[in-house]
């Protein structure tokens, strides 16, 4: 079962419109982290935001706000007042806190799909 | 310098040939990642580094595919006898400590590998 469902494949949207992506997770950890990753046309990863399980204060930045709902396993992202150059992949990932057989600990992130944006002027 | 750096950023091979695929991660950063995305597709992850050692290789999709990192720096992704269905976008990431310790990868901006 995959650990990070993103429902939404692709997105169009008009520009000035807010827009909501979705990301619920699966995972058994109590302690575990959520990520969200921007990938533009050019490829590179970019990192938006950390969010760890004990913390679920809903986070601005501008025009990004993220939701995290526990009791719903899940962890959307809202751009407000979208623009053209939001068009990108955005990828939602989860880390769990464990560890290997001989306790090293392990860094693995899971992500989910991606979903397309497209911000059309 | 300041990123991840990878290399080659493009790298066309004849199916059969053994290719090396090279991460220069972010100075002090003790992890590496390496992870594939396939066309149209999310990122599979490969193999994850802890320093010089690999406590988790259970992404690597067959014993064609190998890696190494030296000096706690460098790191290369070697796929012996490449097939067609290794065509993707290679990416390497780093993070000072494991993302499980509550810190975040930074990605490279990959190597696009062609088998034909």
């Known amino acids: 079962a995959q650990k990070v469902t993103q429902a939404q494949t692709e997105i169009s949207v008009v520009e000035k419109e807010d827009v909501t992506l979705d990301c619920v997770y699966e995972?058994?950890?109590?302690?575990?982290?959520l990520f969200w990753y921007k990938q533009p046309p050019s490829g590179e990863l970019v990192f938006l935001i950390r969010r760890n399980s004990f913390d679920e204060q809903n986070e601005i930045s501008g025009r990004y706000s993220w939701n995290f709902q526990k009791s719903t396993s899940s962890f959307n992202f809202t751009i407000t007042a979208s623009q053209v150059v939001d068009s990108a992949v955005y990828f939602c990932a989860l880390s769990e806190f464990s560890f290997s057989n001989r306790g090293s600990t392990l860094g693995r992130l899971y992500f989910g799909r991606g979903t397309q944006l497209t911000v059309w002027p | 310098g300041a990123g991840v750096s990878q290399s080659p950023s493009n790298k066309v091979t004849e199916k059969g040939k053994d290719v090396e695929l090279r991460c220069d991660p972010i100075?002090?950063?003790?992890?590496l990642y390496w992870y594939r995305q396939r066309l149209g597709q999310g990122l599979e992850f490969l193999i994850y580094?802890?320093?010089?050692?690999?406590?988790?290789k259970s992404g690597l999709p067959s014993d064609r595919f190998s890696a190494e990192r030296t000096g706690e720096s460098v790191s290369t992704l070697t796929i012996q006898r490449t097939q067609q269905e290794d065509s993707a976008v290679y990416l390497c990431?780093?993070?000072?400590?494991?993302?499980?310790?509550?810190?975040?990868?930074?990605f490279g901006q990959g190597t696009r590998l062609t088998v034909v």
């Open positions: 995972t058994r950890d109590t302690t575990y982290y």
């Open positions: 100075s002090g950063h003790t992890a």
């Open positions: 580094f802890q320093g010089n050692s690999a406590p988790d």
């Open positions: 990431a780093s993070s000072l400590r494991p993302t499980a310790m509550n810190t975040e990868a930074f």
